[in-house]
């Protein structure tokens, strides 16, 4: 055995996280009136307030909604926003550089603010920075005068509370934006700092400011002053970083670092306390980007995105900081950044690759018992990373025959030391963990086994001490290793399906076969298919501990008990996809699958979830035997970007409702309501022309707005819910009614929002109202009446005039009979009579026959004469006299033809009336097959059965020779039959073939 050892060395290195996976951005691309945004605010129903500096923009998680128009000259100087802030009455009040105004609750036109000039007081010089809502006003700091109050019922400024200073101490000044942070006790601290001292105002309103001083000497300038609880603050300067007591800021009760982490800023500092994740740590900007404070361990650490540094946030104006209900951090950048989103929740997930000349699909992973996994790639060698997550190298693998890295799709340990790993072009290889060399086995495959190329599915089972099961080809096959040495050995093999898939075996040790087409289990000597399963492509079997068969497959889950199918999922039962890779169970019992949509967890309560990119993982989709669940509990799923590894009670934790939030409403293509903000329409009330309505609608998650799932239903309309993954948005065309639309959303398949509902009424047109249809209904009636009455005398005068024209109809059928029957008739018996004559006399052979010949003609015209006289004469022939008057016909033409026998059936459930044209047409068509039998074709059996119930359907069938209908000419007496049968509106079906007899069948109705 050649042993090829590993070639690369290099230092641990760790793959570098995915930064599009953690981020969004949204800029002017995407609807921004521009770049530079100064605040973003939560509004009450969901969405979020946009501050630009060209004005107010609402963002409801998929677009910009414009508040404030740029180019609003008129009443406002400067759009800018500087600061938002929404009352709990629904008011939105927005600060710009130069003038203030107010959204009242409910409206979308604003108001501008103004001095009460009956308080003497004056609008102020520079901006306002809200503080807090109470005692009916809106409390705001400007940097030069003090503390304006603004009346929410007037929308004036009608109280201004100086800042008394001390003697000597210059008032705030406006070329440094004061700091705000709002303690447990609703009071407010807000700092400044100059160029010589710093400030620290306690206000509460009702009680005087209280203002401390201290030197930026000997302090650095003072940056924020960030309550903590118990009276505690984050002090943090540019001197140092530390925590303080409210009573006395100048002396810290603890430093933490006397690093330069705040920054020289010179604008404005932006802090949050984090409630989701690292809850009650602070978050706040830096020099170098985000730095968050432990409150638990007192320590000041990088935030998360410092691990992306592709996404540069030691930016200075990093103006505003929030996060949402699900985690998700909000920050507003400068002019050439935008809106960004940091999405923390997606870090529960951890992300793995080896470097782009290594890396490539995830064929096949497992992990060692130290945790420390190991990943194939398609035609690459192996990546091995730490239990971490962590690159550590890369091993070369033997080449195939045309030069190219063998591509490993399956392995799994032979013992502790030792992996097995098969590919799909039948190559086998070891790896030894102790030294990570390779040893190439593939010699050992036999030939008949190596020669199966392409055998793209394939797993290892383990089946005892140091040995393994598995499949290739057509082919069961075990390896065994003892001491130092390797055995091949093909057990079994199922030749009847294109190739065996994977195998498993079951509690009792049996082995079952997932193949191309279906599951295999063996039934005495035999593999038997399992019902049910038939042209399933199975991609992984295993076993629950209560026993149950989990199979993955290409068209859903299937589970099995005792070999029979008890359950199924697919995508119409909440699967994200059909095509599933392979199923792992955590320590919890809940199922786990990869797709080619992303992760799903089938619960043990049968509830399902799912996860895709915009959750964290690698992406949407993963790959066969890419699946691995290590001794701790972890699950590890490899695909075409890397690795995910997860702990799944980290991921199953219960998340924060959501809300469907209505974001847009077109009636007849306009948007409505034009004054009103759409989340106050509690109800709509609409005239019958304007009833064509495009709702738009959102969920107040916005972690990947593409991946939420909508259902809708518009009670009064619809009967079901309608399933929305694609689009956010419903239209209907209403008729004039009562309505209730009711919209869900979900970010994970399982659980639904809270519900919207909107009442909806359509009112009738005045032709529709009930008093109208009253009228109408009226007239109609008169109407009604009237035609019923004419067309009943109308009737009445053509029943008359048919009976007259049936009885002269009768009279001359019946003159037509007797002209037959004196004429034709007598010259036809007196011809027989003659042929009697001359037959007695006659002496020649061939004269006689054809004096018999002539004889028999006139019989049959004879014949054809009685019928015809009796079908005139017949006033009310019935379906039932017509077939006795047809079982009389063939019973005298079969007296003549021994060995031919006929049985009749018949089933008239309705024994309607026939026409003469129907009932001769009908007669001729059935004599021509009669004698077509008994002449043509070798028949001793003829069935005969006449249905009667709404239709007429007459059957002969003969068990003769039968004739090609489509190979050769077809006589004048089928194309006679045909006619007659299209005269008098019948079908004429002729089936028969060579060898099996002739049937027709006639049907019609009479």
């Not at 108001?111 to 809106?138: F, H, W």
């Not at 024209?805 to 001359?812: A, D, G, R, S, T």
């Not at 007598?826 to 001359?838: G, P, Q």
């Not at 001793?940 to 068990?959: A, W």
Request: aromatic share 12%; proline share 4%; hydrophobic share 35%.
């Amino acid at each position: 055995m050649g042993i090829i050892m590993i070639f690369i060395s290099s230092p641990s290195l760790q793959a570098q996280p995915d930064a599009t996976r953690m981020f969004s951005r949204y800029t002017t691309k995407d609807g921004l009136l521009i770049n530079s945004i100064y605040d973003i605010e939560r509004s009450q129903n969901g969405m979020w307030w946009i501050g630009t500096g060209a004005g107010l923009q609402r963002f409801d998680g998929y677009g910009f909604e414009n508040w404030t128009e740029p180019a609003d000259k008129k009443n406002l100087s400067n759009p800018g926003v500087q600061r938002i802030y929404e009352d709990k009455a629904g008011n939105v009040w927005v600060f710009n550089f130069s003038y203030h105004y107010v959204f009242p609750a409910g409206k979308k036109k604003y108001e501008r603010i103004t001095a009460d000039p009956s308080k003497n007081i004056s609008y102020p010089s520079v901006y306002l920075l809200p503080l807090m809502e109470q005692g009916g006003r809106i409390w705001c700091i400007e940097g030069n005068s003090g503390i304006y109050g603004i009346n929410q019922q007037t929308k004036k400024l009608d109280t201004i509370i100086p800042i008394m200073f001390k003697p000597g101490l210059p008032s705030f000044s406006s070329s440094s934006i004061p700091f705000i942070g709002k303690d447990e006790d609703g009071s407010v601290w807000i700092s400044q700092d100059l160029a010589d001292s710093n400030y620290l105002l306690h206000f509460i309103p009702g009680k005087i400011p209280e203002i401390k001083t201290f030197s930026v000497k000997d302090h650095g300038r003072l940056k924020a002053f960030i309550p903590l609880g118990k009276n505690e603050f984050l002090f943090l300067s540019t001197a140092y970083a530390a925590i303080s007591n409210g009573n006395d800021p100048s002396n810290p009760l603890q430093i933490i670092t006397r690093e330069n982490i705040p920054g020289n800023f010179i604008r404005m500092f932006s802090y949050e306390k984090l409630k989701v994740y690292n809850k009650g740590n602070i978050l706040f900007s830096g020099d170098k980007g985000l730095y968050e404070f432990n409150p638990v361990n007192r320590t000041i650490s990088p935030y998360a995105t410092s691990a992306y540094p592709e996404i540069d946030l030691s930016r200075q104006f990093l103006f505003a900081i929030k996060e949402d209900r699900h985690g998700n951090i909000w920050m507003a950048r400068d002019a050439s950044d935008g809106l960004l989103l940091f999405f923390p929740g997606k870090l529960k997930f951890a992300f793995s690759k080896g470097p782009a000349q290594y890396f490539n699909i995830v064929y096949s992973l497992v992990a060692d018992k130290e945790g420390n996994m190991i990943s194939a790639g398609y035609q690459k060698g192996l990546n091995l990373f730490s239990k971490n997550g962590e690159w550590i190298k890369y091993i070369d693998l033997p080449k195939t025959e045309d030069g190219l890295t063998t591509s490993m799709r399956c392995m799994n340990f032979i013992d502790s030391n030792h992996l097995v790993m098969k590919s799909l072009y039948g190559k086998m290889a070891v790896l030894n963990l102790d030294d990570h060399s390779i040893i190439d086995i593939s010699h050992l495959l036999p030939s008949r086994v190596a020669s199966q190329r392409n055998s793209f599915d394939a797993n290892f089972v383990p089946n005892g001490s140091n040995s393994l099961q598995f499949v290739h080809g057509n082919y069961l096959i075990t390896i065994e290793k003892n001491q130092h040495s390797y055995k091949v050995m093909v057990t079994d093999s199922l030749t009847e399906v294109d190739r065996i898939t994977v195998s498993t075996i079951d509690p009792n040790g049996h082995t079952v076969l997932g193949t191309t087409n279906g599951l295999y289990t063996r039934a005495e000597k035999n593999w038997k298919k399992l019902p049910g399963t038939e042209g399933i492509y199975v991609k992984h079997l295993v076993f629950n501990k209560e026993g149950t068969l989990w199979m993955a497959s290409t068209s859903g889950i299937y589970l099995f008990k005792n070999n029979i199918l008890i359950h199924k999922y697919d995508e119409a039962s909440g699967l994200l996809n059909h095509f599933v890779y392979g199923i792992l169970f955590d320590n919890e019992g809940n199922a786990w699958y990869s797709s080619n949509k992303g992760l799903g967890c089938i619960k043990k309560d049968g509830s399902l979830k799912f996860f895709t990119a915009a959750d964290g993982l690698q992406g949407d989709e993963f790959d066969t035997q890419s699946f691995w669940k290590t001794s701790d509990g972890k699950l590890h799923f490899g695909g075409t970007n890397g690795i995910t590894s997860f702990s799944p009670k980290d991921i199953l934790q219960p998340g924060i409702p959501d809300k469907t939030i209505l974001a847009a409403l077109q009636v007849n293509g306009e948007n409505y309501p034009l004054d009103r903000r759409i989340e106050n329409l509690n109800n709509l009330e609409l005239p019958y022309n304007l009833n064509a309505l495009s709702f738009s609608f959102s969920l107040t998650d916005v972690t990947d707005p593409g991946y939420i799932v909508y259902q809708t239903r518009m009670e009064g309309f619809d009967k079901d819910w309608v399933n929305l993954r694609v689009i956010r948005s419903a239209r209907y065309l209403l008729p004039p009614g009562k309505y209730t639309l009711h919209v869900r959303g979900s970010v994970d398949g399982s659980k639904w929002s809270e519900e919207l509902l909107l009442p909806i009424l359509i009112h009738p047109a005045w032709w529709q109202t009930l008093w109208f249809r009253i009228l109408t209904g009226f007239s109609v009636l008169s109407i009604l009446f009237g035609s019923f009455w004419y067309y009943t005398r109308r009737k009445t005068e053509r029943l008359k005039l048919q009976l007259v024209l049936q009885q002269e109809m009768q009279k001359e059928r019946e003159r037509i009979s007797r002209d037959l029957h004196d004429n034709i008739g007598a010259y036809s018996t007196a011809m027989i009579a003659n042929t009697d004559t001359l037959e007695s006399v006659m002496k020649d052979d061939e004269s006689k026959e054809k004096l018999l010949h002539l004889k028999d003609n006139a019989r049959n015209i004879l014949s054809t004469i009685r019928e015809t006289i009796w079908l005139l004469n017949s006033k009310n022939l019935t379906v039932r006299g017509f077939t006795d008057g047809f079982m009389n016909y063939c019973t005298n033409i079969l007296r003549h033809y021994d060995g031919i026998e006929i049985e009749f059936s018949d089933e008239i459930i309705s024994n309607k009336e026939l026409s003469p044209a129907i009932a001769l047409n009908l007669l001729r068509i059935l004599q021509e097959q009669i004698q077509n039998i008994v002449k043509h074709s070798g028949a001793t059996l003829i069935r005969c059965n006449i249905k009667s119930s709404e239709v007429l359907n007459i059957t002969i069938k003969d068990n003769g020779k039968g004739f090609d209908v489509n190979g050769g000419y077809i006589g004048n007496g089928l194309g006679n039959m045909k006619y007659r049968a299209h005269e008098i509106g019948f079908t004429l079906h002729i089936n028969t073939v060579p060898g099996t007899g002739t049937e027709i069948i006639l049907t019609g109705k009479p």
